[in-house]
Structure formats: structure tokens, C-alpha cells
């Protein structure tokens, strides 16, 4: 039996008017223009899926390229101006110049337009890395070299923990801007994003367009809280402690990203 | 109710008749296409220069005094912060859509959605900014008899200044980018000619080029700007 036929939840969803027929759409099939099925759950499962496993794969790629890079310039304190030029350079080129650079140079599909969501993640994590890095008190570097620890445990030991709230803050801006960005995913050749019937209403509808608006924007809040709630848990306690007085009052506005001066 | 994508006129950036050579029809990079057709260009660049000042400009008008206000009345930080943290997370492509059935097509919607994505950077700045004074700066001010509202005027704000256009400055070159997506509410823009022919890459590299250059151009008139309004800064910097 259909959970959405009649009584009290379609009442609800009609109320709604077109944000209600959008989630219609997300929920039940229909004939779509061009005369096959679409919307109805499975499709919305299918696209989501999609969506989420390009912007994981984007995730990697840029973690794998901007965390070494920023934890070695952070560590030596080499190439900061490189590592905060990348993030206002980052921010000056739009996602979409991005993503269809990567479509006239290279062409469609699945890795190029993840290789572009990847470029377009790599200047917060970079920066953030290694800002991170550079802040932790010279203080407690040099105490950590004075009890002999070698640069990869003072690394892996004492920088890197007290560094992860900032790491996180950066993984957490570019994760929830590739969430957005896969969105414009269909317009460079790769169609299984939430993007798509949103592009091309053409063959979802108009509610087609609103229902696959309002699941991008729900996803990419779900990405934004769990993000922030893994910078809280990757916090060390001292470090909570510490700040916890001086820190409380901004808690919220926490997400920083460096800019030059 | 129909939403038409771009309506760009059917052939005219894709147009490329009149030097059909053999790099044009390569979608290569041509610098004779590129000279020749830069005037394309014009009005779509001029669209998004008026989509970024109208936006951060409404974007200061709710942020600033919303921040000035918070900066008084602590409690009202966190509110303020989760609510323009939410529309900042919400992409701009769902909120030009979620939109549409509200404001309509064109550049009101593009610019409510881009004002909403300024609101969080200056906010935070501004707030940022007033919570660095010195309060050695705040008690002699006091200690000269000014009022609430001239502590703010004449000592606050201009101590807070330099964070605040750190704020203004991200905010524009981010709603540059953004702004590239502002056809998908109607209201043109680079983003317009760039999606019209991507597989061309002169259009492209024109297209996605000026945003860069308008993101970097105006961040450098907000610095410049910064300068003459703080002088003090400068003066020590060179002493």
C-alpha cells in the first residue's frame, strides 16, 4: 500500500504546494515529458548515490594531494605564501569555470568531473593544514623536541593533534562545497547527481526541479552538521579546555578559513 | 508554471560562421575568435558586476547592523550565526530553485540567494573585528566622556575596520564565483555564455578568465579602499 495515498501525509504535502509536489516527486514515480518514469524513491536513492559517491571520490583525491603537501609545508614552515595564495586563488575561479574547463579540455564523464571537484577542494583543506600546523605553539614543538622525539612523531604527535580542529574546518568547507557543486555535475556529462533534475526539467518537471532542490540543499546541511560534529570530536580535550572560556562565545561562527592579510 | 533554462538566442555565441577556421572548429584556443568576439562578452560582464555590488551591498546593509547589534547583546550571536550558517551551506543552485516559486525569474532571486551567502562572512567579520578592540581603546574613549553610540562611531568601528574588509573581501570574490551560477534564476551573467558553448574552449577560457578578473579586480579596489580608510595601519607598517 502506498503510505502517501490519501489521509493525513498528502494532506500535509498538498498544503505545500510546490515544495509539496516536490517532495511528491521525490516519493512517488510519475510519467515524466519525455514519456518514461521518473521521479519515486528508487530514482531519488539512485541519484543520491550518485551524488554522494562523486563527491567522496573528490573527498580522497583532494585529501590525498592536500593534507601531505599542507602537513609538510606546516611542518617546515616552508611555502606558506603558496599555501595561502591557493585559497584565494581558489576562491577567485568559479566552480562551474572549473568543472567546464575540465569539459572542453579533457571531456565528460565521471573522473573528469571528479578530478575538478577535487581541484576545487584542495585550497581549504591546503590552507587550513597548514595554518594549522604553523599555529601550534612553538612552545610545545620545541618541548617536544627537547624530550627527542623525531620530526615524524613530533608530526604525528603534537602537531597534527592540536592542528585537526583547523584540518577539520578546511575538510568541512570543501566537503559541503563539493556536495554543491556536484550539482552542476550533468551540465559537464555526468548525469547521476541531483543535479539532473534540476538541469533538465525538461524531462523531470517543474516539481521534479523543486523536490531535487530541496534534497540537495538537506544533503548538503547533513554534510555541513556531520562535518562540524567531527571538528568537535576531533578536538583534543586540552585544547576544549584551554579555549573553552575565551573560545565559548564564537564557538558557532568556527569556520575559518585564512586569507592574506 | 515553466522555468526555461538559459535563453540565450538559439546560434548566437555559438555563432562562429564568420571565422569558421580550423581552430574554432576544433573548440581550440583562438586567439583571432577570442579578439573578434570579445564584445560578446560585454553585457554578460557588466550583469555580473551589477549582480555582485547589488548583493554584497544588501548583504552589509542587514549584516552590519545585525552584527553591531549582536556585539551589544551577546545572546543574540549564536541564533544569528546558526541561521546565515544555514543559508551558507544551502547550495546556490537549489537556492536560485527554491526561489523561482517565490521571487520569479531574474536578478532578484539571483541576489537574494547571493545576499544570503554574504551574510555569514560579514557577520563573522564584523563581529570579529569589534571584539578585537583593544579595551584600552575602549576605556580611554570612555574616559574622554563619549556616549555608547561615539565609542562606536569614533573608536569601535575604525579599530574593527581592518576585519571587516578582510569580511567584504571574501565575501566578493566569493559571490563572483557564485554569481556565475546566476542564469540558472534568469539573471545572466558570465556564468550565461560560459554554459551556452563549454565545449569551446576560447569561450571558456574568455568566459571563466573575466570572473577572475573581476573577483581579483575588485578585491584589489576593496584593499585599496582599506588603505585610505585606515591610515594608521600604514604609517606603522613603515615606521
Not at chain 1, 502506498?2 to 501525509?9: A, T, Y
Not at chain 1, 603534537?158 to 575538510?171: F, R
Not at chain 1, 555526468?190 to 544533503?219: F, H, K, Q, S, W
Request: proline share 5%.
Amino acid at each position: 500500500m502506498d503510505p502517501f495515498e490519501g489521509g493525513v501525509m498528502s494532506g500535509a504535502i498538498a498544503a505545500l504546494g510546490v515544495f509539496g509536489d516536490g517532495i511528491d516527486f521525490l516519493v512517488r514515480e510519475r510519467q515524466g515529458r519525455g514519456g518514461g518514469e521518473v521521479g519515486g524513491l528508487q530514482q531519488t536513492a539512485e541519484l543520491l548515490w550518485g551524488h554522494i559517491k562523486l563527491s567522496i571520490a573528490a573527498m580522497v583525491v583532494a585529501c590525498a594531494v592536500a593534507l601531505p603537501v599542507g602537513l609538510v609545508l606546516g611542518h617546515t614552515g616552508r611555502g606558506g605564501f603558496l599555501a595561502v595564495s591557493v585559497a584565494n586563488i581558489g576562491r577567485a575561479v568559479p566552480s562551474i569555470a572549473l568543472i567546464f574547463v575540465f569539459f572542453a579540455w579533457f571531456g565528460a564523464g565521471f573522473v573528469n568531473v571528479m578530478l575538478a571537484l577535487a581541484l576545487l577542494a584542495i585550497p581549504p583543506i591546503l590552507t587550513n593544514t597548514y595554518v594549522g600546523m604553523r599555529e601550534v605553539e612553538r612552545d610545545i614543538v620545541d618541548a617536544g623536541r627537547g624530550m627527542g622525539m623525531s620530526a615524524t612523531k613530533l608530526v604525528t604527535s603534537v602537531e597534527l593533534p592540536l592542528a585537526l580542529p583547523l584540518i577539520m574546518a578546511g575538510l568541512r568547507v570543501s566537503a559541503v562545497n563539493v556536495v554543491a557543486t556536484a550539482t552542476i555535475a550533468p551540465l559537464a556529462g555526468y548525469a547521476t547527481t541531483l543535479g539532473d533534475p534540476i538541469i533538465n526539467a525538461g524531462v523531470y518537471g517543474d516539481e521534479g526541479r523543486v523536490g531535487a532542490a530541496m534534497l540537495v540543499a538537506a544533503v548538503a546541511i547533513a554534510t555541513e552538521l556531520l562535518f562540524a560534529a567531527a571538528q568537535r570530536a576531533a578536538t583534543p580535550e586540552g585544547l576544549k579546555l584551554s579555549r573553552g572560556t575565551q573560545r565559548r562565545r564564537l564557538t558557532v561562527i568556527n569556520r575559518r578559513v585564512s586569507t592574506t592579510p | 508554471m515553466t522555468f526555461v533554462l538559459a535563453q540565450v538566442p538559439e546560434g548566437f555565441y555559438r555563432d562562429r560562421s564568420e571565422s569558421d577556421t580550423g581552430c574554432v572548429a576544433n573548440n581550440g584556443v583562438c586567439p583571432d575568435w577570442i579578439v573578434d568576439n570579445l564584445d560578446r562578452y560585454v553585457d554578460p560582464f557588466l550583469e555580473h558586476v551589477w549582480l555582485v555590488v547589488a548583493s554584497v551591498a544588501c548583504g552589509l546593509l542587514i549584516a552590519f547592523p545585525l552584527a553591531v547589534l549582536a556585539y551589544r547583546r551577546r545572546w543574540l550571536i549564536a541564533p544569528v550565526a546558526n541561521i546565515t550558517g544555514i543559508l551558507y551551506t544551502i547550495p546556490s543552485v537549489a537556492a536560485f530553485f527554491l526561489l523561482l516559486p517565490i521571487t520569479g525569474r531574474g536578478a532578484l532571486t539571483a541576489i537574494v540567494a547571493l545576499t544570503a551567502y554574504t551574510l555569514l562572512i560579514l557577520f563573522r567579520n564584523v563581529l570579529e573585528g569589534l571584539d578585537a578592540v583593544p579595551d584600552e581603546a575602549r576605556d580611554a574613549g570612555r574616559g574622554m566622556g563619549l556616549t555608547d553610540g561615539q565609542l562606536l562611531w569614533r573608536v569601535e568601528l575604525p579599530l574593527a575596520l581592518p576585519s571587516i574588509m578582510a569580511g567584504l573581501r571574501i565575501a566578493t570574490t566569493t559571490t563572483v564565483g557564485l554569481a556565475a551560477l546566476a542564469f540558472f534564476a534568469g539573471a545572466g551573467g558570465l556564468g550565461e555564455p560560459l554554459e551556452a558553448d563549454k565545449a569551446f574552449k576560447s569561450n571558456v577560457l574568455v568566459a571563466g578568465g573575466l570572473c577572475v578578473v573581476l573577483a581579483t579586480a575588485l578585491d584589489l579596489i576593496i584593499l585599496g579602499a582599506q588603505r585610505m580608510m585606515t591610515p594608521w595601519t600604514r604609517s606603522r607598517a613603515a615606521s
